[in-house]
């Protein structure tokens, strides 16, 4: 795929979606990573209920570490693996307090010292929390890039490198957005909605339906 063609992708997926941004509901970069850390494996609006149950009663690593695990896990408990998640969230609350005064850190390096987040959750919260642009790579996005060519790679890590050089700079803040609500509702993963899809003409998927 050339370098125009992507242009034009993302120009039209920004006038589709002109303010993209994460479903999950958060109102601090903790929020959010705790939102984040209890979303593997779970859809955002599970996520979200517990957050709405959670957040009112802590939303601090301070508040989490004061709850203690057995509450916090009555919290969560309507998400699948919650007690996992539960144990990490602690430990990162501990980590969080002891090493970077309960901030939530704004480095790659530091945020993969975290309990249970990974390269693709840290790319998250340096993007949506502090603004960052840098592309979290999903299953969704992984999807997109492969189907439609922008960004084709074997593994996630490949194609977030190439989403990075090839994404025009104006589009790469939002770009994770983009691709993984296009991703969610139009490229989804059985049978792509090409018939309703923004960018169809320039997608260069060879299978394309007519499914909208």
Excluded at 69 to 92: D, F, S
Excluded at 175 to 202: F, M, N, Q
Aim: net charge positive.
């Amino acid at each position: 795929m050339n370098a125009q063609k992507r242009q034009a992708i993302f120009a039209r997926l920004r006038e589709h979606t002109p303010t993209p941004t994460t479903e999950l509901r958060w109102t601090s970069p903790f929020e959010l990573l705790t939102a984040v850390l209890l979303s593997a494996q779970a859809t955002d609006v599970s996520v979200n209920k517990a957050c709405a149950r959670l957040f009112p009663i802590a939303n601090t690593p301070e508040a989490i570490l004061e709850l203690g695990l057995e509450r916090l896990k009555e919290h969560i408990k309507t998400i699948g693996l919650y007690n996992n998640k539960a144990k990490n969230l602690m430990k990162t609350c501990q980590l969080l307090v002891e090493h970077h005064g309960g901030e939530v850190p704004q480095t790659r390096a530091e945020l993969e010292t975290l309990p249970g987040v990974g390269r693709k959750t840290a790319n998250v919260i340096l993007n949506t929390a502090f603004g960052q642009p840098t592309i979290a790579v999903d299953t969704h996005i992984f999807r997109v890039c492969n189907r439609t060519r922008i960004a084709p790679g074997k593994n996630v890590v490949e194609v977030e490198q190439k989403l990075m050089r090839h994404v025009p700079k104006e589009f790469r803040q939002d770009a994770h957005h983009w691709l993984i609500l296009h991703g969610r509702y139009t490229c989804v993963a059985r049978k792509p909605r090409c018939g309703s899809c923004v960018i169809e003409d320039l997608c260069e998927y060879p299978d394309k339906t007519e499914i909208t």
